[in-house]
């Protein structure tokens, strides 16, 4: 059974930076796409970012320029560097597998970002 373990989240200031990162256990993850998901207050939780096997990316268009996807194949690792952060991207941040209208793996606990205007 595959875990994710998503950490790094907090509070800070608009335009302050965080780094987020997700740990999976239980199974390699450079064999899948993952991804970045944004549950902000009252809304529902939405794909921010993705990775491919090769490393192609793909961001909302809220975030392009801002945030960076990337992820560590040997430490099963993957990482989301949000930069210039407005209050919007408040929320709780998960990481999962995307495929068509559902997700491969069981949700984790999901990492807090709150920023501050």
């Not at 210039?84 to 597998?97: H, I, M, Q, V």
């Amino acid at each position: 059974q595959v875990q994710l373990v998503e950490s790094g989240g907090g509070l800070v200031q608009a335009g302050g930076s965080l780094r987020l990162s997700c740990a999976a256990s239980g199974r390699i993850l450079n064999i899948d796409d993952m991804g970045w998901f944004r549950q902000a207050p009252g809304k529902q939780r939405e794909l921010v970012a993705q990775i491919n096997r090769a490393g192609d990316t793909w961001y909302i268009d809220s975030v392009k320029g801002r945030f960076t996807i990337s992820r560590d194949n040997a430490k099963n690792t993957v990482y989301l560097q949000m930069n210039s952060l407005k209050s919007e991207d408040t929320g709780l941040y998960y990481c999962n597998a995307p495929v068509v209208g559902r997700v491969l793996y069981p949700w984790g606990q999901g990492t807090q970002v709150t920023v501050s205007s």
